[in-house]
C-alpha cells in the first residue's frame, strides 16, 4: 500500500486548506483512513478517520481540537481510493506536518484515532497569525 498526501501550504489565521490522501496498491476489503499532525516540538496526534472500501459504514471521528472545524470525507464516489480532509477556520496551532494512514479492517476508525499500519510521507501545513 502506498499513500500520498497533497494540499498542504501556507494560509492566514481563519483561512482554510483542502488535503487529499491517494492510495494505490489496495486489496478489496473494508479499511479505515486516518489524518495524523506533527506540530513543532509535540508528538503526533490524531485528527481524524474514516471506515472506508468494501461495505464500510462511513463512521468518522474527530480529535476534540479540530471538531467543527475540520471535515474528513470520502472521494470513493469520483476518484477510488482517495480520501479527504477539508480544514476551515484554521488558527496558527494548526500549523504541522499533516500524514494520512491506513488500517485495513472493518471499524477500525474509532474515537481515540490509534496508529495505523500504512503511512505516506506527509504535507506541511502552515496558518500565520
Known amino acids: 500500500v502506498q499513500l500520498v498526501e497533497s494540499g498542504g501550504g501556507t494560509v492566514q489565521s481563519g483561512g482554510s486548506l483542502r488535503l487529499s490522501c491517494g492510495a494505490s496498491?489496495?486489496?478489496?476489503?473494508?479499511?479505515?483512513i486516518a489524518w495524523y499532525r506533527r506540530a513543532p516540538g509535540k508528538d503526533i496526534e490524531g485528527v481524524s478517520c474514516i471506515n472506508s472500501g468494501e461495505g464500510a459504514d462511513g463512521t468518522t471521528h474527530y480529535a476534540s481540537s479540530v471538531k467543527g472545524r475540520f471535515t474528513i470525507g470520502d472521494d470513493a464516489k469520483h476518484l477510488r481510493n482517495k480520501v479527504f480532509l477539508q480544514m476551515n477556520d484554521l488558527t496558527p496551532e494548526d500549523t504541522g506536518e499533516y500524514f494520512c494512514?491506513?488500517?485495513?479492517?472493518?471499524?477500525?476508525?474509532?474515537?481515540?484515532?490509534?496508529?495505523?499500519?500504512?503511512w505516506g510521507r506527509g504535507t506541511q501545513v502552515t496558518v500565520s497569525a
Open positions: 494512514a491506513l488500517q485495513y479492517g472493518a471499524g477500525r476508525c474509532v474515537p481515540t484515532i490509534p496508529r495505523y499500519d500504512y
Open positions: 496498491g489496495m486489496t478489496f476489503e473494508p479499511y479505515a
